[in-house]
């Protein structure tokens, strides 16, 4: 592309946002009122100017001139009016800093073949959760897939921490939506019991940028939650593991860590498998379970749990098993042929459940530090449909969420924080057990 070919480019490109600006400023004034007061004034004495300019230029005191000046002066003045009357609007058009935007998006190399960065089109303050602020940009025809692998630059060139950005009016603008840098998450959030969510099976695992970030079981059966050591897993756990018996659940625990991290509290609510036989006959129990639901829900001819308990008004619990660390239970590196055998039987058990358990209202949390195929089999894993995963590395954040957005955006030193397959991070609730 030659010097002349951009240069056109450009000045197209500008042509463009002044009368995207323009428009801006239009829906502006229309939406707020004293900016609408500022344009009737200024209309009102343009019109003023226009009725009294005889009187205004003293046009009968240049004698022969006079019908020259007069028609000079009927031309100029609704020339100005309308030049005025547009950079009015496109002064409201350009929202504040769309300047420095344009040039820290350029320093960080976001930019087309032309060499044009992006212009900042509108910001303001989201209705909905008044903590970010949106930024509208013309994306110049670059696409959203290389912001996202810029976000990092992004955040730095604007000072910002993004919460997410998407297409906006099908692919003619790129939506940011953000909060200040030094509103960033804190490092620890205490839970409360307001909390708990009043909807049936919806579980609350913390606060992203955009608000609180839950997970529905009724939709979303199973969760895996993985990360390295340290990345507070086991708190994440216990925060879902809580609030599903204070919703009624009955919560079923593999611990295979020597019972330190549930303390007795845990055992006077929960069922909890310390030795390979007691999980069989544990996960054996909840299989027979679902067979028989199964048999009640068809024999009444109900697709869900929800739906069986409101015709038959029966009260069939849900259920959750889950296990802290799958590695310390499914691991076979060592094993006996016989403890071989018994892991089998297990894996198969936990297969069936993974692949009935969403209409019959049973659901695994398995965490773990590293899912992959030698520790927890495809036929399991593809099962875990929400999927949460802790600070990791690049090869672990792509066993869990099949990307490394974990290794990207969440920082080698953060406990707690979190990023869901979406792409959603968020700071989890740290539980005090005494809460229970």
């Known amino acids: 592309m030659t010097r002349s070919?951009?240069?056109?480019?450009?000045?197209?490109?500008?042509?463009?946002?002044?009368?995207?600006?323009?428009?801006?400023?239009?829906?502006?004034?229309?939406?707020?009122?004293?900016?609408?007061?500022?344009?009737?004034?200024?209309?009102?004495?343009?019109?003023?100017v226009w009725l009294f300019r005889a009187y205004l230029f003293?046009?009968?005191?240049?004698?022969?001139?006079?019908?020259?000046?007069?028609?000079?002066?009927?031309?100029?003045?609704?020339?100005y009016a309308v030049g005025g009357l547009l950079a009015f609007l496109a002064f409201l058009g350009?929202?504040?800093?769309?300047?420095?935007?344009?040039?820290?998006?350029?320093?960080?190399g976001l930019v087309n073949h032309a060499g044009e960065a992006p212009a900042l089109i509108a910001k303001r303050q989201d209705g909905n959760n008044p903590r970010l602020t949106i930024w509208e940009f013309d994306p110049c025809g670059i696409p959203l897939g290389e912001w996202e692998d810029?976000?990092?630059?992004?955040?730095?060139?604007?000072?910002?921490?993004?919460?997410?950005?998407?297409?906006?009016?099908?692919?003619k603008l790129i939506r940011v939506y953000a909060v200040p840098?030094?509103?960033?998450?804190?490092?620890?959030?205490?839970?409360?019991?307001?909390?708990?969510?009043?909807?049936?099976?919806?579980?609350?695992?913390?606060?992203?940028?955009?608000?609180?970030?839950?997970?529905?079981?009724?939709?979303?059966?199973?969760?895996?939650?993985?990360?390295?050591?340290?990345?507070?897993?086991?708190?994440?756990?216990?925060?879902?593991?809580?609030?599903?018996?204070?919703?009624?659940?009955?919560?079923?625990i593999a611990d295979f860590k020597g019972g330190v991290d549930f303390p007795?509290?845990?055992?006077?609510?929960?069922?909890?498998?310390?030795?390979?036989e007691d999980?069989?006959?544990?996960?054996?129990?909840?299989?027979?379970?679902?067979?028989?639901?199964k048999g009640r829900l068809a024999e009444t001819e109900c697709k869900d749990l929800d739906t069986y308990n409101e015709v038959t008004g029966e009260n069939f619990h849900r259920i959750v098993f889950a296990c802290d660390e799958v590695a310390e239970m499914l691991d076979k590196t060592g094993r006996s042929k016989e403890s071989k055998e018994v892991l089998a039987q297990i894996e198969n058990k936990l297969a069936t459940l993974s692949r009935l358990g969403r209409a019959f209202g049973i659901h695994l949390i398995l965490a773990t530090q590293r899912p992959d195929a030698n520790i927890l089999p495809g036929q399991i894993k593809n099962n875990l449909d929400f999927r949460v995963c802790g600070r990791a590395d690049n090869v672990l954040s792509q066993i869990i969420l099949d990307n490394t957005n974990a290794a990207d955006q969440i920082p080698k030193d953060a406990r707690g924080r979190f990023i869901t397959g979406d792409g959603t991070v968020f700071q989890a609730y740290m539980l005090d057990e005494k809460q229970l």
């Open 279 to 293: 999980l069989l006959y544990t996960l054996g129990q909840l299989v027979t379970v679902l067979e028989y639901r």
């Open 58 to 79: 003293s046009l009968d005191s240049y004698g022969m001139f006079s019908p020259v000046l007069e028609a000079a002066i009927n031309l100029l003045i609704p020339l």
């Open 150 to 171: 810029k976000r990092a630059r992004i955040e730095t060139a604007l000072d910002i921490t993004i919460a997410k950005m998407t297409w906006a009016e099908g692919r």
């Open 181 to 252: 840098a030094k509103s960033d998450f804190p490092a620890l959030l205490p839970w409360k019991d307001k909390y708990l969510t009043p909807e049936s099976f919806v579980l609350v695992l913390g606060e992203s940028l955009t608000g609180a970030v839950t997970v529905n079981l009724a939709n979303i059966p199973h969760i895996l939650l993985g990360g390295s050591t340290g990345s507070g897993k086991s708190v994440l756990l216990k925060l879902l593991l809580m609030q599903s018996l204070r919703k009624g659940a009955e919560v079923y």
């Open 264 to 276: 007795k509290v845990w055992h006077n609510k929960c069922r909890i498998c310390f030795t390979e």
């Open 94 to 108: 350009t929202p504040r800093g769309n300047k420095a935007a344009k040039e820290g998006l350029q320093k960080v």
């Open 5 to 48: 070919d951009k240069d056109t480019i450009h000045k197209r490109t500008e042509n463009r946002r002044l009368l995207q600006r323009m428009k801006t400023g239009l829906e502006v004034v229309k939406h707020t009122p004293y900016k609408g007061v500022l344009l009737g004034a200024y209309l009102v004495g343009a019109a003023l």
